[in-house]
């Protein structure tokens, strides 16, 4: 069983939709947690960071961490084709010196 | 454009030979991470440097061996190539060493690698 959990998909959804990701963990040990976003033929560029539990809101993207569920989330809002990507989730241990990353869920977004 | 830049971009090969992917990291990083993304594996860590030593190990398999240059630029050494190894390899630099940090990595836009 791999420590990180993601959905391929694709997931496909209209211009201007919620676009709802999320990623489930095993390693307790987590502290950081993090949404990458990958364009084709580009590499991943981080989108955004949380530590611990909790929300954090940045313009569209709200990042929520469930610790005592090892879940976390990525909300896009009012969702454009140019949020057509790949999404990784990414995390941490608190002394960890590496990132692992989640396998990714391709979102298409159709006009 | 992130600031790392990684060549070559695609590289074809045959089964059992050597290759080398170089990197150089953005302008001041002293980290510098090899990942591996493949379809059925997501994105692998490999190994990370520091200024030049070895700071973690991943899953690289002991045919692939890398290091880091006194003036930062890192090489990622395959050898004995398989048909398995055909991926994308990565390489992500920060200014710093990951732990207490933003998570952040500067990824460069990847090495394709085919073994036929």
């Known amino acids: 069983q791999k420590e990180v959990e993601q959905d391929p998909g694709p997931l496909s959804v209209p211009e201007g939709a919620i676009v709802s990701l999320n990623c489930t963990y095993s390693n307790s040990a987590f502290q950081y947690f993090m949404w990458y976003r990958q364009y084709s033929r580009k590499g991943p560029e981080l989108l955004m960071y949380t530590y611990s539990s909790g929300n954090k809101e940045d313009g569209r993207f709200t990042a929520q961490v469930d610790k005592s569920s090892k879940y976390i989330s990525l909300f896009i809002r009012d969702s454009q084709p140019s949020d057509s990507a790949t999404y990784l989730c990414?995390?941490?241990?608190?002394?960890?010196?590496?990132?692992?990353f989640g396998g990714g869920t391709r979102v298409l977004v159709k006009p | 454009d992130s600031g790392v830049t990684q060549t070559p971009k695609h590289l074809i090969t045959a089964t059992g030979q050597r290759v080398t992917l170089r990197c150089s990291p953005r302008s001041g990083d002293l980290s510098v991470y090899w990942y591996q993304q493949s379809l059925d594996q997501g994105l692998q860590f490999l190994i990370q440097y520091y200024n030049g030593e070895e700071r973690a190990k991943g899953n690289i398999l002991e045919r692939f061996s890398a290091q880091q240059f006194p003036d930062l630029h890192s090489e990622l050494n395959l050898s004995s190539l398989e048909l398995g190894d055909s991926a994308l390899y990565f390489c992500?630099?920060?200014?710093?060493?990951?732990?207490?940090?933003?998570?952040?990595?500067?990824f460069g836009e990847g090495s394709r690698l085919t073994v036929l």
């Open positions: 992500a630099s920060s200014v710093r060493p990951l732990g207490g940090d933003t998570g952040e990595l500067f």
């Open positions: 990414a995390m941490m241990k608190a002394a960890g010196n590496k990132l692992t």
